[in-house]
């Protein structure tokens, strides 16, 4: 009997690593190195918020980023997310001092683990680093995220906006894993900072998004819309940054929040409320179309698109504007539009918020049920 006992114990000792290994893909897909995460020497229970590169003290522009991990309705935030976080050196290599064990002797010695505190929040302290030798790949940073309750899956890693090796059509190619992992450095005394909050499951395959959650995003009905200066690009306020709420916030009218890189139903939608304002007239009607720049490219290439699209679909009436990105503090988050909504609409009247539409699908009945809510 003993025998037996024993003899099914090796069996289990052999079957149980095989099964964890299919775990590891369930969520996410496949990951080679993501097993790294587990290599920190201190427990996940023990690490802090906080994380200081092991090339802090060296030479190199010295970086801080922080940021909000959520869960997956994009306002929660998420505690106890552990995150690995690894690049390279300032010559471009993952160098290692030649101590490393594990997948420290591929991903060198400049890599660290943190775990988000109650309130969600992260921030670490490194060196920016250096693209690849051969300058074909912009600087970044790997990340992987272990939550509680899921394997470990990689994200999108982080970037950098003013990177010149970050082309548009490099930015087209990003998978969106987690949010946008584009950062944009402001100088801070002898450093600079950064921020980049992370969105639990959005773009994972496989993750377990419970069918009866809905999104939320933007003000709730009956908030006053606040005042915001976006780049008007068409309609009366063309070239300016006018406020459309100080302005025309005692009418009526739609306002759209745009949060999808892909600008062509943003076109179409704008095209059509342009139309709808010929029809009825402004003072029944404005329309305010928020291009919300989700990959984070440079302003002025924005305006210059957005205003040739004007131009060419002939849009006069209804306002193109954009801001600066999704995370903008004196714009989205003020109307509180969650990243991971491709769009959220609002329909005001003397300022405040009577209707609301969030990932709104263009057709007639939806269009017309929108235009409805002016009634």
Known sequence: ?????????????????????????????????????????????????????????????RIAVSGIVYKSDGKTPAADVVL??????????????????????????????????EKGEYKFFTLKPAPYPGGKNPA????????????EYYIDEFLFSD????????KKKLEQRGGNGIISLQKAGAMFKGERNIYLGKKIPGYPFAPSAKISSGLNIGSNCP????????????????????????????MVWWNDADINGMLKLAK??????????LKKLRAFIVFMNPLHRPLNEIRNELTAWANHMRISDAAIVFVPSPDDAETAVNYKINPLAKNTVFVYKQRKVVSKFINYRDNDKNYSDLLGELN
Not at 87 to 107: I, P
Not at 230 to 239: F, Q
Not at 272 to 278: A, P, R, V
Request: charged share 20%.
């Open 227 to 254: 005042a915001f200066g976006p780049m008007h690009v068409s309609g009366a306020d063309k070239g300016d940054h006018a406020c459309p709420m100080c302005k025309y916030g005692s009418g009526q009218g739609i």
């Open 1 to 61: 009997m003993k025998h037996l006992i024993f003899a099914v114990l090796i069996q289990v000792s052999i079957i149980l690593p095989s099964c964890s290994q299919i775990t590891r893909t369930k969520v996410g897909g496949p990951c080679e190195g993501c097993e790294a995460i587990y290599e920190s020497a201190t427990p996940f229970n023990k690490l802090s918020n906080l994380l200081w590169m092991p090339d802090w003290n060296e030479a190199g522009p």
């Open 163 to 170: 990177d010149a090796i970050l082309s548009n059509d490099e």
């Open 140 to 151: 970044h940073i790997h990340i992987t995220v272990k939550e509680p309750g899921l394997n």
């Open 84 to 117: 690995y976080i690894y690049h390279t050196d300032q010559t471009g290599h993952y160098t290692a001092k030649g101590n490393e064990k594990g997948w420290g002797k591929r991903h060198g010695y400049i890599r660290g683990w943190l775990r988000t505190n």
């Open 272 to 281: 059509k409320l342009d139309k709808s304002i010929g029809q009825k007239g």
